[in-house]
């Protein structure tokens, strides 16, 4: 009679045990999957934002303060590697508000856009947010810090 009872008090130990376990890896696989495109999203943006730049050497990056308040602002993406992107979105600002914005669509790796925004006031800085795919989900990435535009000469 005692050894049945020992065996019993194991029997139910061991399957504690399992149940426990079990419940773990089940609850692991939720919370795996609720954070773990969230992981990707923000790694693959971080490289997104970091991949953009508004180029001011080449003075094509102005604003023109004579034709009916316009900002050309060129627009450089590196290599694209490590994102999909699905568009930018560019935003001219002037004195710490939005002046306009354009979305762009098809900016290849390694290559530059030079886009035209109007604006009513001065514009003095151009940001860029980014629109990526990571898996079935479209994250728009924090813009970068604003780049500066000088006025057209």
Request: charge should be negative; charged fraction near 15%.
């Amino acid at each position: 009679m005692r050894d049945k009872k020992a065996v019993s008090a194991v029997v139910a130990t061991v399957l504690i045990i399992l149940i426990t376990v079990a419940a773990v890896t089940i609850i692991w696989q939720g919370v795996n999957l609720l954070i773990g495109d969230k992981i990707d999203t923000q790694a693959s943006c971080t490289k997104a934002t970091a991949d953009f730049s508004v180029i001011t050497s080449q003075g094509y990056t102005c604003y023109n303060s004579s034709a009916p308040g316009s900002a050309r602002i060129q627009v450089h993406r590196g290599s694209g590697e490590g994102y999909e992107l699905k568009n930018i979105t560019v935003t001219a600002i002037g004195g710490g508000t939005t002046q306009g914005s354009q979305q762009v669509a098809d900016l290849l790796p390694n290559t530059d856009r030079i886009l035209v925004i109007a604006s009513a006031n001065v514009v003095d800085g151009a940001r860029i947010a980014p629109t990526i795919k990571v898996g079935n989900i479209e994250e728009t990435c924090p813009a970068t810090d604003p780049f500066p535009v000088p006025l057209c000469e």
